[in-house]
């Protein structure tokens, strides 16, 4: 037990005794705390949430460990209950997509409530691979027919038309990170039969206009890149028994000069509408490289002073 917690060589044991200042001892399958009462009770707390994650079959990340850590220094033990046992869905290497944040919990739980939820947050936080994670389970449960992915083409400091080939071949750039996310999540084989059944539809937001999607989990990647006008298009596009999901970082927004975007007045537009969610991450949520986390904070610092 103690070696699941502390992870292979003890990788583990130098982050606890650094964030709360303690000597952390293996003893067989114990681990002996020494050091100041309040920083020993909060990591003995600390322990016993971990041990209690390995004893049902969770592996324990160094993220999960920092992240579990902050909530402790930070008194939201609370927040903490059942974090880490919600499993979204099993991609198809076995791996577990959960929650790796109360913000992204919060996500998760907003969609399961809620017929149009808009994520908002950096880079990093899992906006997208967590909707389309849920998208996979709504499928897998027969909750819904098909998915649609879609993505404004905006050009961000390239000009697409000097990219060479057909029109798919120069929007494909734009669709990448969603087809990689898809891989991720399904295998390359099952993705291209999906897509050749039309069960799995990535297309530029263009092509949703005209349409009504019924029986659909939607998800509407780097909406900060919409117009106004392509906003209200798309979310007007929802049919019956169907799902939509709205990601972007306001912070990057690579529209023409004059353009406003759709994400962020719809914020406003929509704040007191029934039945949709707005959920607001942050850098906290970022479950990237460290120095992710750390540039947000130098980026959101330097652009406030």
Do not use: W
Request: aromatic share 8%.
């Amino acid at each position: 037990m103690a070696q699941q917690i502390l992870g292979d060589l003890d990788g583990n044991l130098d982050v606890i005794e650094n964030l709360f200042s303690v000597q952390l001892i293996p003893k067989g399958q114990e681990i002996v705390v020494k050091g100041e009462t309040e920083e020993v009770e909060q990591a003995i707390f600390l322990l016993e949430q971990l041990s209690s994650q390995v004893k049902k079959g969770k592996r324990i990340s160094s993220f999960d460990i920092k992240y579990a850590a902050k909530m402790v220094k930070e008194g939201k033990e609370s927040q903490m209950e059942n974090l880490f046992d919600e499993i979204i869905y099993t991609t198809a290497r076995g791996k577990s997509i959960k929650p790796k944040t109360v913000g992204q919990k919060e996500y998760v739980q907003a969609i399961d409530k809620n017929d149009i939820v808009f994520c908002i947050g950096p880079a990093g936080t899992g906006k997208t691979f967590l909707a389309m994670a849920m998208a996979m389970a709504h499928l897998k449960d027969q909750k819904v027919n098909r998915i649609i992915l879609t993505r404004p083409a905006v050009e961000a400091g390239e000009n697409l038309g000097f990219l060479p080939g057909s029109f798919q071949e120069k929007v494909d750039p734009y669709l990448r990170p969603l087809y990689d996310a898809l891989f991720d999540l399904l295998g390359v084989e099952k993705v291209e039969k999906y897509m050749e059944k039309g069960i799995i539809e990535i297309a530029p937001l263009a092509y949703m206009r005209g349409r009504t999607l019924d029986d659909s989990f939607v998800i509407l990647d780097e909406a900060q890149n919409t117009t106004s006008e392509q906003m209200k298009m798309f979310l007007t596009r929802l049919g019956f028994d169907s799902k939509a999901v709205v990601t972007g970082d306001v912070t990057q927004v690579d529209l023409p000069s004059g353009k406003h975007s759709g994400l962020i007045e719809v914020t406003k537009i929509l704040k007191d509408v029934k039945g949709l969610s707005f959920v607001y991450l942050s850098d906290s949520d970022v479950v990237r490289h460290e120095l992710v986390q750390r540039i947000i904070l130098a980026y959101e610092k330097y652009n406030s002073g």
